[in-house]
């Protein structure tokens, strides 16, 4: 199965300054900017802030083909999300609003990138810690977000495997070739997933007191 490191960067080791960036400063600047993707109204500051991402990204020596594997994946529904708002609300909206989903990708991209997996998740724990008083858990809360930085790249990979299996017998336009492979192999993943997780005693809820 091919497909790591669909849709964010997988980490590159290294030593720029973003390597060194502390992770609350990193976590700070992807929510600031998902919170501008609401908040711009123009597209060329929109342009602006992506063209100063990737420059970031490329200066933290992660490459230009690790950006575009990141990007590439989400280029067909970005491509119909620009013609659908072309046609409802006009070029300048529909600009925007491709390059705001395109900085929110290459923003926390560069969050993966820059940052050890584990040390990732340590910071998430951080995060959730203030919440426990609430009765939120961190480490089942990490554990989840694991899980979906793990199970994402698999299943960007398995849809590729299957488009390039059915194109090579003449099925591409067959929906159902496409997207029942798809669907049995994802299931058969959480699956296993979940196995292997009760094996080890994670994810069963805690005994609640009677």
Same mark, same amino acid.
């Given at each position: 199965?091919?497909?790591?490191g669909?849709l964010?960067?997988?980490y590159v080791p290294?030593?720029?300054?973003?390597h060194? #960036?502390p992770l609350a400063l990193?976590?700070a600047?992807?929510?600031a900017c998902?919170?501008?993707?609401? /908040?711009?109204v123009?597209?060329?500051?929109?342009? &602006?802030?992506l063209?100063?991402l990737?420059?970031?990204?490329l200066?933290?020596?992660t490459g230009?083909k690790?950006?575009?594997?990141?990007?590439?994946p989400?280029?067909?529904v970005?491509?119909?999300?620009?013609l659908f708002?072309?046609?409802?609300?006009?070029?300048?909206t529909a600009?925007?609003i491709?390059?705001?989903?395109?900085?929110?990708?290459v923003a926390?991209?560069?969050?993966?990138?820059?940052?050890?997996i584990?040390?990732?998740?340590?910071?998430v724990?951080? &995060?959730?810690s203030?919440?426990?008083?609430?009765g939120a858990?961190?480490?089942?809360?990490a554990? #989840?977000?694991?899980i979906?930085l793990?199970? /994402?790249?698999?299943?960007a990979g398995?849809f590729?495997?299957?488009?390039?299996?059915a194109r090579?017998r003449?099925?591409?336009?067959n929906p159902? &070739?496409?997207?029942?492979p798809?669907?049995i #192999?994802?299931?058969?993943? &959480?699956?296993? #997933?979940?196995?292997?997780l009760?094996?080890?005693?994670?994810?069963e809820?805690?005994?609640?007191?009677?």
């Open positions: 199965m091919r497909g790591h669909f964010l960067a997988n290294g030593n720029s300054l973003l060194r #960036t990193k976590f600047l992807v929510f998902g919170l501008a993707s609401f /908040i711009i123009d597209w060329r500051i929109s342009a &602006a802030v063209a100063v990737t420059g970031l990204f200066a933290a020596g230009v690790r950006l575009w594997g990141a990007v590439r989400l280029a067909p970005l491509l119909a999300i620009g708002q072309w046609w409802q609300l006009g070029g300048p600009t925007r491709v390059l705001n989903i395109l900085v929110c990708v926390a991209s560069l969050l993966t990138a820059t940052t050890p584990q040390r990732l998740l340590d910071g724990v951080r &995060a959730a203030p919440f426990k008083r609430l858990d961190p480490e089942r809360f554990l #989840t977000i694991g979906m793990r199970s /994402i790249p698999f299943i398995t590729a495997d299957v488009r390039d299996s090579a003449g099925l591409e336009r159902r &070739a496409l997207v029942l798809v669907f #192999t994802s299931v058969a993943y &959480a699956r296993q #997933t979940g196995e292997a009760a094996a080890r005693g994670l994810g809820a805690e005994d609640q007191p009677t």
